[in-house]
């Protein structure tokens, strides 16, 4: 997958429209689930827990004339450290050039002041904004939480659109969504080639698979003080996909927990990242794992960069 931008159309052809859609919202609240759901396929990863996703993941979707680029972000935040300040970042120009806006509540749950922190951001944005009230399964009273989310809205002079639907149960009403967001599209060559569904490279993306695995697995704060990285991918003629990764932690006591006794811990990391790939990789895997101390990566910003937060 590329970044460079699709060749311009000839004149004969027919007029294509496309655009940056920006997914936005608090930790936690099914951004990235959306975004998967979107795609019918798995771009971002996801985890029970807040911050899962840390960086500005490009999700394509694209029809014949028409491309969507959606722009997942991790959850809009109070940082606490380097690596929470980047995430901020990456929302703050995510909507700095985008053509419309997702901002993701759940509906389980009265505005926070987190919500309230998301929408001052989005409030007087010249965008068509559509709120999407998610986790309506789940939640008990979903119109009166609708409605106090709307309130956080008031005064908005552009275009906003309201949907109340389930990411991961209400598949209809994703795919209805996805139409509206294309008919707000403007005209534009396509930004990537058709048949592409992310940004990522797949070492970026297989890296991202293990750490949400990881993130399921490692208990209290520690999921938080975790890196991913891969540093080879190689096939073998049979078709086995032989990965080699890290998980970087901050201290040595991290090691050992991420370890577990006798290795079991990271055994089950690695199992079930392995898993996942295969099933979307559609080949068998050989995931080789290691553990490496990083000391205070998070408030390292030299380390952050070599770990691909820039």
Known sequence: MTDQPFPAQGANE????????????????????????????KVAPTSPRPQTTRRGVRGIFSTDT???????????HKPKDALGKYMNQEVHSALADVDAILWVVDLRHPPTDEDQLVARQVRDLPKPLFLIGNKTDAAKYPDEAMKLYRA?????????????????????????LREQVLEALPENPFFYPR???????????????????????????LPY?????????????????????EIIVEKNAHKGMVIGAGGKQLREIGQAARK????????????GLEVIVIPGWREDEEALRELGYE
């Open 276 to 287: 996942q790939l295969e099933v979307f990789l559609n080949h068998k895997v050989f995931l």
């Open 14 to 41: 027919a007029q294509t429209y496309s655009g940056f859609v920006a997914i936005v919202g608090k930790p936690n609240v099914g951004k990235s689930t959306l975004l998967n759901a979107f795609l019918n396929t």
């Open 152 to 176: 956080l809205l008031e005064g908005r002079a552009g275009e906003t659109s309201e949907v109340m639907l389930s990411a991961q149960n209400n598949p209809a009403a994703v795919a209805t």
């Open 225 to 245: 003080a975790v890196a991913t990285r891969v540093n080879r991918w190689t096939e073998r003629e049979d078709g086995l996909q032989r990965i080699e990764g």
């Open 195 to 221: 048949g592409a569904a992310s940004d990522q490279s797949r070492e970026m993306w297989a890296a991202e698979i293990i750490r949400e695995e990881a993130m399921k697995k490692l208990r209290d704060e």
């Open 66 to 76: 028409q491309q969507i680029v959606f722009v997942d972000t991790p959850g809009l």
